[in-house]
């Protein structure tokens, strides 16, 4: 198969090029190298790959490429919480016309094969058990809570402190940024698009991605980032709330293999399918801190509490439907993945610091 793979040069992309071509099929890398994530240059891991520097808004440049092409591995976006909504329109091209323009390019070229990145955000909160009302929404976590040390949702029924479960992939979509809204948006225009053109798309929906080549020194990077860049200049990892929010932290090989199946899988029955890649094996954010710190011989992290606007609580996956669909198990455990990425080779820092970046 020839793959073309859009955000090609960055985190997950570029790990998905390699995994491609260890397979035995082509991959064609499409990647604008845009200054907040690349600093406008080719990381060293492209060298070994075809590689396009193009916007994946560049309808023209997109005809060209997609040509013998078999299938689309779609990674590149703009991520993160961003500054505030005032960032919608940047998000909303990249993200959303960006995928619209990538979408009518695949139907004229008659490419009809797509995995998108997709992410855990588009649940907003995860999932929760009341023990009188069973599976409800949880109630909007309130600033004066949060203030107080009470971080737990509660249910909006009875006040109940609720039980965390995993997120399956039918829970309703609730995005709470600007980021995740994008991503619910992509999902539905890949859906339309399935079912218009006769497409076959498979959603990965990631949860907390790590390891090596990660974006180091950026708020886009995530926890484990965030945690090893301040233990590399010899600070404590600052973990906000008390630390026990819950996450799936996912190593980026196991991420690039389950793009590998979904690439190569047997078709969705109604064309589209949007499927949790996750360990499987939830952690708390206070956990990656202590391992990382453990591993690097740093300072024990401090607590700091306190929570950013569009932070969640929980969210932690079932891994069940990637199982049955792709025959995908992450293989990476969580504390051998930690205790490498201490040492894993990162992306330096981008040349324009955002609280968003396009990855690709």
Known sequence: MRILITGGAGFIGSHVADA?????????????????????????????????????RDAGVLAGLLRGVDAVCHQAAMV???????DAPL?????DHGTAVLLAAMYAAKVRRLVLASSMVVYGEGRYICPEHAVVPPAARRPEDIAAGRFDPTCP???????????????????????????????HLATAWAAQAGGAVYALRYHNVYGPRMPRDTPYAGVASIFRSALARGHAPRVL??????????????????????????????GFAALNVCSGE????????????????????????????????HVMASPEGAAQILGFRARVGFAEGVTAFASDPLREPSAVTTTSTVDG
């Open 91 to 95: 998000y909303a091209s990249h993200n």
């Open 157 to 187: 029924r009875c006040g109940t402190t609720l039980t965390p479960a995993l997120v399956p992939e039918d829970a309703p979509l609730r995005p709470r940024s600007i980021y995740a809204a994008t991503k619910v948006a992509q999902e």
């Open 20 to 56: 491609v071509v260890a397979a035995g099929h082509e991959a064609v890398l499409l990647d604008a190298l845009l200054p907040q994530a690349h600093h406008g240059k080719p990381p060293p891991w492209t060298a070994q790959h075809q590689m396009v520097r193009a916007d994946v």
């Open 241 to 270: 709330e008390d630390g026990e929010q819950r996450r799936d932290f996912v190593h980026v090989t196991d991420v690039a293999r389950a793009n590998l199946l979904a690439l190569t899988a047997p078709s969705p029955p109604e």
């Open 282 to 313: 939830p952690h708390t954010v206070g956990d990656m801190a202590r391992v990382l710190a453990a591993a690097l011989g740093g300072p024990e992290p401090i607590v700091v509490g306190g929570a950013r606007a569009a932070d969640v609580r």
């Open 80 to 86: 993160g919480h961003g500054v505030d909504p005032s």
